[in-house]
């Protein structure tokens, strides 16, 4: 299960930081992202970061958005500075969770969180 966090109303230019914790007995994570759904439109990919560290990002938050994530914790978080109105979403969790050594990956989304980006 994924809980996510973090979403508010920020003014153009401002910054938030987006939380979201994997609960349960837990083997591994291989990949955690975020992704972001805008009214009337389709859920995109924001960022990506596997367990190795790497990374990938939309073109419209690169420079802007960073994100990280802390192992032990099963958490992964989205920085996102100087915030534009059209980053207004809900963001949405992502995470591929192996529950034992040796089982599939299975993919979760969390609840979403909204974030609201004022000009």
């Known amino acids: 299960q994924l809980q996510a966090s973090g979403g508010g109303l920020v003014q153009a230019g401002g910054s938030l930081r987006l939380s979201c914790a994997a609960s349960?007995?837990?083997?591994?994570?291989?990949?955690m992202g975020w992704y972001r759904q805008a009214p009337g439109k389709q859920r995109e990919l924001v960022a990506t970061?596997?367990?190795?560290?790497?990374?990938n990002y939309a073109d419209s938050v690169k420079g802007r958005f960073l994100i990280s994530r802390d192992n032990p914790k099963n958490t992964v978080y989205l920085q996102m500075n100087s915030l534009k109105p059209e980053d207004t979403a809900v963001y949405y969790c992502?995470?591929?969770?192996?529950?034992?050594?040796?089982?599939?990956?299975?993919?979760?989304w969390g609840q979403g969180t909204l974030v609201t980006v004022s000009s």
């Open positions: 992502n995470a591929a969770i192996q529950y034992y050594r040796g089982s599939y990956y299975t993919g979760h």
């Open positions: 349960g007995t837990i083997f591994s994570i291989s990949v």
């Open positions: 970061l596997s367990s190795g560290g790497s990374t």
